[in-house]
């Protein structure tokens, strides 16, 4: 077990929709980072959060947004959902003291599929 | 270009022999970090070993090590005495700049490893 938590699970949801995956990092580790991986584009790195603040973004599409709050959860938003959408979404968190190399700890993921 | 190869998609090996996973990479960055995971059947993301651009001695964790070749751009993930648990994905990934700034990771296409009995 990482100590990174993802909800929900699976999700199963059709064209159009919303949906809001959420992801408790480890105690004390103030990044989190989200991550899609699918057959076709393998895992891609979507956007990074340090402490609240947006960090670094990847190739994150317009219809996704994410935020991270001040008890350091954070939630990935997507709308307009595509048949295309449908992948295993991992969050991960690190800590960032000096000194150490920043090892990413991965939650479970959440499988979306999208009907 | 791809900065992270990955160019074993599957390899077959006999429980207890030892093996090797192959991993390039490609940065013009001094500094740099490289990580290899393991992904389960079960999907889950698991961290086995790192090591970084300034290192000199290649990183070691129990069973595993990694080849680290400066040069050649390589990082190779060695498995000594494999065991059935070790059937998975393995997935090499690479940081790029420092720690403190852009942490992100790029992930190779992974290598499937399905150890023999």
């Known amino acids: 077990d990482s100590g990174v938590t993802q909800t929900p699970k699976h999700l199963i949801t059709a064209t159009g929709q919303r949906v809001t995956l959420r992801c408790s990092p480890r105690s004390g580790d103030l990044s989190v980072y989200w991550y899609q991986q699918s057959l076709d584009q393998g895992l891609q790195f979507l956007i990074q959060y340090y402490n609240g603040e947006e960090r670094a973004k990847g190739n994150i599409l317009e219809r996704f947004s994410a935020q991270q709050f001040p008890d350091l959860h954070s939630e990935l938003n997507l709308s307009s959902l595509e048949l295309g959408d449908s992948a295993l979404y991992f969050c991960?968190?690190?800590?960032?003291?000096?000194?150490?190399?920043?090892?990413?700890?991965f939650g479970p993921g959440t499988r979306l599929t999208v009907l | 270009a791809q900065k992270i190869t990955q160019t074993q998609p599957g390899m077959f090996v006999q429980e207890k022999e030892a093996v090797t996973l192959d991993c390039t990479y490609d940065t013009s960055d001094q500094s740099y970090g490289l990580f290899w995971y393991k992904q389960p059947s079960s999907g889950e993301m698991i961290f086995l070993i790192y090591q970084g651009s300034y290192d000199e001695q290649n990183a070691t964790e129990g069973r595993y090590s990694l080849n680290f070749q400066k040069a050649r751009k390589s990082a190779n993930l060695v498995i000594s005495a494999s065991q059935l648990g070790d059937s998975a994905m393995y997935f090499c990934?690479?940081?790029?700049?420092?720690?403190?700034?852009?942490?992100?990771?790029?992930f190779g296409t992974g290598t499937r490893l399905t150890i023999i009995p």
């Open positions: 991960a968190s690190s800590s960032r003291f000096e000194g150490t190399y920043n090892e990413q700890f």
């Open positions: 990934a690479m940081r790029e700049g420092s720690n403190f700034g852009n942490e992100k990771l790029t």
